[in-house]
């Protein structure tokens, strides 16, 4: 297709800038647009961004929550352990450990 004549898809007063390279149709400067390095019209950046956006947007809105989730627990599993640790060395109602009695004959 030759440009120099070419219109607008959207615009037929003006003279087409370029061709989307997806849907192969005329479109002035104000029309394309660039994204990743490639011109696409509107219609067709509106096509491929839904597809993109879907597998990860559940992701994002479940980062922050699980997060906050493993950082509880996680705080919780450190302190429960250092206390048992502290309460086992610092307790002075800990039993004295049994002392085994001597066979008979046997001295201590």
Known sequence: MNLSRARCTNHEARQASGLCPTC???FCRECLTEHGGRLSCASCLKRAAPAAK???AWKKKL???AMLVAAVV???FV???MG???E???SPDRPAPERA????GERL
């Open 63 to 65: 980062a922050a929550p």
């Open 24 to 26: 192969s149709r005329p």
């Open 101 to 104: 009695e001597p066979a008979q």
């Open 88 to 90: 086992l060395s610092t």
């Open 74 to 76: 996680f705080s919780w």
């Open 84 to 86: 048992n640790t502290l």
């Open 54 to 56: 879907t597998g990860v």
């Open 79 to 81: 302190f429960y352990v």
